[in-house]
């Protein structure tokens, strides 16, 4: 089971880190990624991190990072310089390491947790 935290509302220029725990304990052996989604659009893939390493969508690149604490217990996305435009809610999912095409891609992924809501104001 994977849980977010850290959403929450955010003047715009502002940041926000999310966090990722997984119950299972760590997250060796997966590849890990953050999706968001707004009412009435698909969901989008922001960041992930794999083996390959970080990848990230360009309307984020430059603003938000994606990383983990030492024992990969917990994957968090940093959000920085945040826009209105990222308001949504915001995923981490999991899809083990290898067994996927492209870890943006929803899809791909295996494992999802409830969301944490982020809004930017402006």
């Known amino acids: 089971q994977l849980v977010e935290s850290g959403g929450g509302l955010v003047h715009a220029g502002g940041s926000l880190r999310l966090s990722c725990s997984s119950s299972?304990?760590?997250?060796?052996?997966?590849?890990i990624g953050w999706f968001r989604q707004v009412p009435g659009k698909n969901r989008e893939g922001v960041s992930c991190?794999?083996?390959?390493?970080?990848e990230y969508i360009d309307s984020v690149k430059g603003r938000f990072i994606i990383g983990s604490d030492d024992d990969w217990k917990t994957v968090y996305l940093q959000m920085n310089n945040v826009k209105p435009e990222d308001t949504a809610v915001y995923y981490c999912?999991?899809?083990?390491?290898?067994?996927?095409?492209?870890?943006?891609?929803?899809?791909?992924?295996?494992?999802w947790g409830k969301g944490t809501q982020v809004t930017v104001s402006l």
């Open positions: 999912a999991t899809v083990v390491e290898g067994d996927y095409n492209d870890c943006l891609w929803a899809d791909d992924m295996d494992s």
């Open positions: 991190i794999s083996t390959s390493g970080p």
């Open positions: 299972e304990g760590t997250f060796d052996d997966y590849a």
